[in-house]
């Protein structure tokens, strides 16, 4: 998502016009010196302006006290909130001109979380469209598989099913699924070194495949979808109430003695992978994936050759370490995203608060034995008069998906 600077606030020229936020509690015993003047630099979607928003709001909750405020992000006057650490959210809706010349109201969000506000500062707001609904998107994700036989583990007749969301054919070809390469879990919550691998500004992968194609073999027409799977074989022959792939679109398939190949369904490109015999997307429903428009005329070669993401980190044990296998996709390519998680391990997620503002659990325990046979399925937003089903895209995967047992 490409974010204009506009609506910039520069805070040395207006700290001394310091206002009192609007709170939502009694703040009468809080000393006035202690508060913290706060403007916002607000940053815009391409086709916002200043001038077509109709309204904006910011909420701020401050985490050890539990105090929430309500400032205006657009006010030329600071607000003042007292010094401490803040999750925030946000909303702004916008008036545009449609191409028919039809007005359309656009909504927007924004987040945050755990930002430190000890000094007089402007907070960098990254505004995001809450229903772009102009996109690809991922419609279901079955990273856990069926269960099998003895119901101990998940079979790998896990899928992943791409939607068009839009009223118009999208062509699939080129189109990349990117696995991260960061695991959204406590125990690897590290501290990242390497200035190229932060999630606002690139999304670091660790597996990348391709559709393959020229431009236009592969349509998805307006309301329809594609499916992806691990390995494109009836799953049921084997055990019963597992999945048949046998109708897939694609499948990912390494050249490896491990893997099973059905030369009836099409192939995707392996650009690049981790692992050194086989990827198996986590069925422990762990990590972050993402929805890639490569830009046009870019090839395998040129990818891995301009955008290798090795980075530095600070291990949990406080070990300074590197990581070698990993390589960049900038967020401004990514059509959709979503990080999976669970309650009990779940930190933050390796994408952007731009492309996902939280994230969809698989359960509230880690590695749950129950969490086999359990898909990713996103929710229906509307159903046109022609019987188009609209899915819901607010870039909220804990709002955007449920969690349903196949």
């Known amino acids: ?7 910039a606030i520069r805070v040395a020229a207006i700290f001394a016009i310091a ?23 607000n940053r815009l979607p391409e086709g916002i302006t200043r001038e077509t928003i109709t309204n904006a709001i910011v909420n701020l909750k401050e985490l050890n006290t539990g105090e929430s405020f ?24 916008a008036v545009v001109t449609g191409p028919e010349g039809e007005t359309i109201e656009k909504n927007l969000r924004v987040a945050g979380s755990s930002v430190t506000i000890s000094e007089n500062t402007s907070l960098t707001l990254n505004w995001f469209f809450s229903n772009p609904g102009s996109s690809l998107v ?19 007749d896990s899928y992943i099913r791409i939607y068009n969301n839009t009223d118009e054919t999208i062509y699939a070809d080129g189109i990349g699924i990117a696995e991260s390469a960061f695991v959204n879990a406590r125990t690897n919550a590290f501290e990242i070194l390497t200035p ?28 329809e979808s594609i499916k992806i799977v691990d390995q494109a074989i009836d799953w049921s022959a084997q055990v019963t109430g597992a999945l048949n792939h046998t109708d897939a679109d694609f499948e990912w398939y390494d050249d490896n003695a491990q893997d099973t190949n059905n030369p009836s369904v099409e192939d995707l490109d392996k650009w690049y992978c981790y692992s050194l015999s086989i990827w198996v997307i986590s069925n422990q429903c762990n990590r972050s994936y993402a929805l890639v428009k490569f830009p046009a005329g870019m090839t395998a070669e040129d990818y ?12 949990t044990i406080g070990t300074h370490m590197h990581n070698d296998k990993a390589y960049l996709i900038p967020n401004e390519w990514i059509l959709d995203g979503v990080n999976l998680g669970n309650a009990a391990s779940y930190v933050y997620g390796a994408l ?16 749950d034995p129950n969490r086999f046979g359990k898909v990713f399925r996103r ?8 019987g188009r089903v609209i899915l819901q895209d607010t870039n909220d995967s804990r709002a955007d998906f449920e969690l349903i047992k196949l």
Request: charge should be negative.
């Open 304 to 315: 891995l050759s301009q955008y290798h993401g090795g980075y530095d980190y600070i291990h």
């Open 352 to 367: 952007g608060k731009g492309i996902d503002i939280s994230y969809a659990s698989i359960s509230d325990v880690d590695k």
């Open 379 to 386: 929710k229906t937003a509307t159903t046109e008069a022609d």
């Open 70 to 93: 309500s400032l205006n992000p657009l006010s030329s006057s600071m607000g003042s909130v007292p010094l401490g650490i803040y999750d925030y959210e946000g909303s702004m809706t």
């Open 19 to 41: 206002v009192v936020a609007t709170s939502c509690v009694d703040n009468n015993d809080n000393d006035a010196s202690d508060n913290i003047a706060i403007a916002f630099d």
């Open 196 to 223: 190229a691998n932060d999630k606002e500004v690139n999304f670091t992968a660790g597996t990348v495949w391709v559709i393959p194609g020229n431009g236009t073999d592969h349509p998805i027409a307006p309301g």
């Open 1 to 7: 998502m490409k974010y204009l600077h506009s609506l």
């Open 138 to 156: 991922f419609a279901e994700i079955y990273a856990t598989g069926s269960p099998n036989a003895t119901a101990t583990g998940g079979l790998r």
